[in-house]
């Protein structure tokens, strides 16, 4: 039977995925980055984008592990039935200002690659939905400590 | 500000905070909370328990305190 709990070690084991994802991509990221290079960018007869994606890449990969690893630990306060606590809105600041900085980095690329502004949009969205969601948060943590102390 | 003059009105009854606490049917903690002036409301039939318990007015308990002339 399907419930909250297994609904967040799912979201727990997809994050621990996602990371495992990234160092793999951080150790194989040339490889993949030159082959997309060799078979899309140079067959279309457009420069090398091999360094700017290269760096690009890498410098993502600091903003979506702190993303993660707050996400994780959200994840574990709501698994603590503590879902309303001031230190949940830190960590969907700190996710939502990945969400920007992530933007930010694409930038980058996306002024090589006109493409790439679709990630820019993406991470600007998710980074919006999330501060939005902070602003709930914030709000719920005020009305649960005035029920708290309401004697 | 409201000031709560819980325990004034508690040592002029000689009331323990247990004793009270057990009267008006809350937890000591939420007692404690309250006499400390960290609560941020109060109920209006936690207030009859007290004054009931007291035997006093609502104005012996909470106290209003310009903010501006509070020196």
Same mark, same amino acid.
């Given at each position: ?47 090398? %984008? ?55 980095? #694409? %930038? ?32 719920? %943590? ?6 708290? #102390?309401?004697? | ?71």
């Amino acid at each position: 039977m399907w419930n909250k709990d297994k609904s967040i070690v799912l979201s727990k084991i997809l994050i621990v995925i996602m990371v495992l994802g990234i160092i793999a991509s951080c150790i194989f990221a040339p490889q993949i980055v030159r082959e997309y290079d060799n078979r899309v960018i140079l067959e279309a007869g457009l420069p090398s %984008v091999f360094t700017p994606l290269l760096v690009t890449l890498y410098c993502c990969v600091p903003p979506a592990l702190t993303a993660l690893i707050s996400l994780y630990m959200l994840l574990i306060n709501i698994q603590q039935n503590k879902p309303f606590i001031k230190v949940n809105i830190v960590y969907l600041r700190i996710i939502s200002y990945c969400c920007f900085a992530g933007a930010v980095i #694409f %930038v980058y690329f996306a002024i090589l690659r006109p493409f790439a502004w679709v990630i820019v949009a993406a991470a600007l969205f998710f980074g919006i939905i999330l501060r939005v969601v902070k602003n709930c948060f914030q709000q719920a %943590v005020a009305i649960r400590e005035e029920n708290d #102390f309401t004697i | 500000m409201i000031i709560v003059n819980l325990d004034v009105m508690m040592a002029k009854r000689k009331i323990s905070s247990n004793e009270l606490a057990e009267i008006i049917d809350i937890t000591p903690a939420n007692l404690s909370i309250l006499k400390t002036g960290k609560a941020k409301a109060i109920r209006f039939s936690t207030l009859e328990k007290l004054c009931a318990a007291l035997k006093c007015q609502p104005g012996d308990i909470l106290e209003f305190v310009d903010d501006d002339n509070k020196e």
